[in-house]
């Protein structure tokens, strides 16, 4: 499935940011003690009246040194390039300025929906305020204000309005859906071209989906596969493109709608701190992961090479030890064919579900062989576990009280898994709940 996507523009100052906060609200990340992941907040999943969408506010899109009316008008494209329903921010104690107009004149050309909010309606008597901003042409302007979270309901309501009749469902179950994400030169698009080959490829806009989403479609070995967003990697020559955070952006989104992430990397570079903030993302997301070595070709080595570059990024990707590491060439096309069986296996793996009396018996043994931990005079209590999700897989325990179960017992626990059913290449969650 594929979630609408919201996103907030207008011109600094207007409390864009301060609205995205109270929309998307505190989010605890799936795993928070992964080093090096900030999490990003400009894009984020919200929720409202039991629709889930994400956001993105395009202020946080800095885009060099540009002009301020220049920036302006790059993050209204983002919005129009980016989303499936836009809200216009202004600031109804300023009234309406040329800033506003210039963003009214970008966002009129678009076809996508626009609403109108009009931010810092503090108290009752600026109401008044807001029919200055008809003239923007956007039909009624809803007071807001995000100090005090008034009006907010009534803003999502009809943005939610305005979402894609029905969530439409991208592919069939059994398509493998994965995207390449890594900084910019790693190789990704010649390793797209490389993988495709000669195959003759579908390239789809798909329903649904902001215009600027392409996939392509191929069949290798009776197995279909789509390579999510492959125009997010084609220079279309426009300002932001270079810029991380739209980078990111597009990342986000395509890792979003993939089972499997390729993480590449550039051997020529070695592993930096980007490849290590990128990679947290397709971890967090609880994607199936492979780590791809690119460039290969291009560095000296000898036998030992391989496993050192392995046990560097085995040091750098501590959150990722799951993940296989491919090394291959798009160039020379070197060790490429291993590439789609790896993205098969973890594909398989990011959906695998166990039987509970197996996953039982496993447990039982697990604790048999390392007692649970105590934590001030009382014992942690395991009852029984069973997977409740796949994508990833995901696991309840019932215990006497999830307080005691410790990070590092959870850490054995998942071990004991990967040990007995393999689940290579897929994150694992672990949730403790007490058992009623
Ligand atoms: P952005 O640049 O559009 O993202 O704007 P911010 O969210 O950073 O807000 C700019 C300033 O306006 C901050 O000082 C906010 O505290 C303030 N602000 C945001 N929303 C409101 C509001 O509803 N009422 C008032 N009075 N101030 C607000
Ligand atoms: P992207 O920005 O990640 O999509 O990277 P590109 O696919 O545009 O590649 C960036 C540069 O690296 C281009 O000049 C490619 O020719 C080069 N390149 C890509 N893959 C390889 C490779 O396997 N070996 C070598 N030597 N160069 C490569």
Redesign the pocket.
Known sequence: MSKPVVA?V????????????RIVGERISIVEDVPGVTRDRIYSSAEWLNTTFNII?T??IDIGDEPLLTQIRQQAEIAIDEADVIIF?T?G?DGVTAADEEVAKILYRSNKPVVLAV????NPDMRENIYDFYTLGFGEPIP?????G?GIGDLLDAVVAHFPKRETKEYDADVIKFCLIGRPNVGKSSLVNAILGEERVIVSDIAGTTRDAIDTTFKRDGQEYVIIDTAGMRKRGKVYESTEKYSVLRALKAIERSDVVLVVINAEEGIIEQDKKIAGYAHEAGRGVVIVVNKWDAIEKDEKTMNEFEKKIRDHFQFLDYAPVVFVSAKTKQRLHKLLPVIQMVSENHAMRVQTNVLNEVLMDAIAMNPTPTHNGQRLKIYYMTQVAVKPPTFVVFVNDPELMHFSYERFLENRIRDTFGFEGTPIKIIARPKN
Do not use: A, Q
């Open positions: 907030i207008g011109r600094p100052n207007v409390g864009k940011s301060t609205i995205f906060n506010d202020g946080g921010m600031n104690r931010n810092k309606i503090d807001i204000s995000g100090t005090h008034l």
